[in-house]
């Protein structure tokens, strides 16, 4: 059986040109986003996102109206940022850090930059030994934010996981303690 912290070191957040390319409606979207990020929900069978909760993005003005009730491939790269993002920062905090980064970056190079460097934390925080550092021709104070807030997310994905083996090891010692007291 393979691990958590193996499938969360395994993660790949899927780039500008891998979202699709076709207008989507709100329940493809929501299908698409708990397929990628279901795995960084605190708590076995909650739900990454809702149309209600997306509903909300767009009446704070986190992410854009839909035209025509379908959404882009601009909408959907906001959303992986909040669905990932919305575990350690407040939304408007989310909505600032995506406004940070188009203000230097175009959409693309954005959301591009913002699944390397996810993927970049993760392996820093689960995979200490075998990190391969991103190669970056600059660092903007926007980008230093970025690796900031992605390298918090992999540092508290991290912690909660080593909670729940603990949890997991303390359960089964108990099982093991109960069973030798009644033989």
């Known amino acids: 059986m393979k691990s958590i ?14 979202l699709p390319e076709i207008d989507l409606y709100m329940d493809q979207v929501v299908s698409i986003l708990e397929k990628n990020c279901s795995l960084f929900t605190e ?8 149309a209600t909760m997306i509903n909300n993005y767009v009446k704070h003005k986190i992410i854009a109206p839909p035209v025509k009730r379908r959404y882009n491939q601009t909408h959907l790269a906001y959303l992986f940022v909040v669905c990932i993002m919305k575990r350690i920062l407040s939304i408007s905090e989310i909505g600032d850090l995506i406004f940070y980064l188009i203000n230097v970056y175009s959409i693309e190079d954005a959301y591009d930059l913002f699944c390397e460097e ?3 934390a993760i392996k820093t925080v689960f995979a200490p030994n075998q990190k391969a550092n991103p190669i970056k021709a600059e660092t903007t104070h926007q980008l230093m934010l970025l690796e900031a807030v992605v390298l918090a997310f992999a540092n508290k994905l991290y912690f909660q996981n080593e909670i729940k083996k603990l949890a997991i090891d303390r ?5 093991i ?4 007291t009644e033989n």
């Open 177 to 180: 303690t109960v069973v030798k």
């Open 5 to 18: 912290a193996s499938d969360i070191l395994n993660f790949h957040c899927p780039r500008w040109n891998e």
């Open 43 to 50: 708590n076995e069978g909650e739900k990454i996102i809702t």
């Open 118 to 120: 996810l993927e970049f």
């Open 171 to 175: 359960e089964e010692a108990k099982k």
